[in-house]
């Protein structure tokens, strides 16, 4: 029984292990620190450059087949959070992904990966915007290791879809979450002169 209990903790420290080895970066975003003006929509209110941020990887898991990436939301006051950009099908040979490409136009991205429509309606990224006032959001840039080479679905999933189909083939993720707010308006000023 205790060989057992024993070899059933190696198994979980090398899995935590190989999780730990498989890092995200980027010269744009950091954990913790709030986006610029480069990740934010331009749409909704907001008035951003809407720029995905450069992205590197290093550590995939053995047996990596190919990679997804995923930006969500899950403080978005819809009941089921928001996903930002959902690209997948991407091969294992890739390192990263280019600042800007989360735009389909403009052919940064690896040729065999696919950009799947995120919660704005269309495919690509699709950066902040969270309602004003409604403070910090969470914005979770997930680079996942997959076990299969391309994923079953289209450009016109929807990021839930997507999201099951990468967490049904997922060997390990790593993470960058960064935030971002839009502060209340401003209350007009009072003319306390007023006759």
């Keep these: 029984m205790r060989a057992i209990s024993t070899i059933t903790l190696l198994l979980l420290a090398s899995a935590a292990l190989a999780e730990q080895s498989f890092q995200l970066t980027s010269p744009d975003i950091k954990t913790g620190v709030m986006l610029d003006n480069a990740q934010v929509f331009n749409g909704f209110g907001c008035n951003g450059d809407n720029i995905s941020p450069q992205l590197d990887w290093f550590g995939a898991p053995e047996n ?56 704005f ?46 967490n049904a083939h997922q060997l390990g ?11 209340a308006s401003p209350l007009p000023p009072v003319n306390f002169n007023v006759k």
């Design 64 to 119: 990596t087949k190919s990679f997804a990436v995923t930006v969500y939301d899950p403080d978005a006051p819809t009941g089921s959070g928001w996903w930002h950009w959902v690209i997948f099908n991407i091969p294992t040979n890739a390192v990263g992904l280019a600042r800007n490409a989360g735009n389909p136009t403009s052919h940064l991205a690896p040729e065999s990966s696919v950009q799947s429509r995120t919660d």
């Design 121 to 166: 309606g269309s495919a690509g990224f699709g950066g902040a915007c969270p309602p004003k006032g409604h403070g910090k959001h969470h914005y979770q840039f997930k680079v996942h290791a997959l076990n299969v080479e391309r994923l079953d679905i289209g450009p016109d999933s929807s990021g839930a879809l997507a999201g099951y189909s990468i």
């Design 173 to 183: 993720v790593a993470e960058i979450e960064a935030i971002y707010e839009r502060p």
